[in-house]
């Protein structure tokens, strides 16, 4: 079975660009989540789509935006990009309910560099 | 608000000694409490969770505690070996109808050959 799937791998932009980031989840799996990654910060969670709704959202200004197909692939756009956003993205898809304790299936990621 | 105190940031032990991480929560909603343990370079890896009808489990050389009436959880590693070496990081969940969980800053194991 295939693990999630992040591309890119690695991102270098420019301040004030935008980027899109996708993330393909686990076969059956509908849930999606992003999270931040940042040294000392720890993981900083972005938001959660369920069947194509954001079902939950984080501390993020809306810069953090993202969307979920009806195939459950999911896209997260960062707009005017900031120095500070560079971070490692991750994405995970969580199984349905009742089918197991783990909540997170965790990507690659996509690092993601601002100069 | 949500948090998720993780201590201590980094942890140095000789091979073959016992590593203890401490985490503390704030939702009382929180009914589920897993540790990732993530190499450099790699995704963040579930190594073993609990839930709060459990005080405690094993499995192997990794145990992790639960006190939920002080909102304490802590992961503890036996004879620890070089491979140990990683971040850890501690979650809680948000509760309700969502996956979301909450992270710990996380831990830097240093396993001393």
């Known amino acids: 079975k295939a693990g999630v799937t992040q591309t890119p791998r690695y991102l270098i932009k420019t301040r004030g660009q935008q980027v899109t980031l996708s993330c393909s989840p686990i076969?059956?799996?509908?849930?999606v989540s992003w999270y931040q990654q940042t040294p000392g910060q720890g993981l900083q969670f972005l938001f959660e789509?369920?069947?194509?709704?954001?079902?939950n959202k984080g501390n993020f200004p809306g810069r953090f935006s993202g969307r979920q197909f009806s195939n459950s692939r999911s896209e997260m756009n960062v707009s005017t990009l900031e120095l500070g956003d560079s971070a490692l993205y991750l994405c995970?898809?969580?199984?349905?309910?009742?089918?197991?304790?783990?909540?997170?299936?965790f990507g690659s990621g996509t690092q993601l560099s601002v100069l | 608000g949500e948090n998720v105190e993780q201590h201590p940031s980094t942890l140095s032990v000789q091979e073959g000694d016992s590593a203890v991480i401490k985490c503390t929560y704030s939702d009382s909603a929180s009914n589920y409490f897993p540790w990732y343990k993530q190499e450099l370079g790699k995704r963040p890896q579930l190594i073993i969770d609990?839930?709060?009808?459990?005080g405690e489990k094993k499995d192997q050389r990794i145990a992790v505690t639960l006190n939920k009436t002080a909102k304490h959880f802590s992961l503890h590693i036996t004879e620890t070996q070089p491979e140990d070496s990683a971040v850890y990081f501690c979650?809680?969940?948000?509760?309700?109808?969502?996956?979301?969980?909450?992270f710990g800053t996380g831990t830097l194991l240093a396993v001393q050959p």
């Open positions: 979650a809680a969940d948000a509760g309700g109808a969502t996956n979301k969980l909450i």
């Open positions: 995970a898809s969580s199984p349905p309910l009742g089918t197991g304790d783990e909540k997170l299936f």
């Open positions: 609990i839930r709060s009808n459990v």
């Open positions: 789509y369920f069947s194509e709704t954001q079902r």
């Open positions: 076969s059956g799996h509908r849930s």
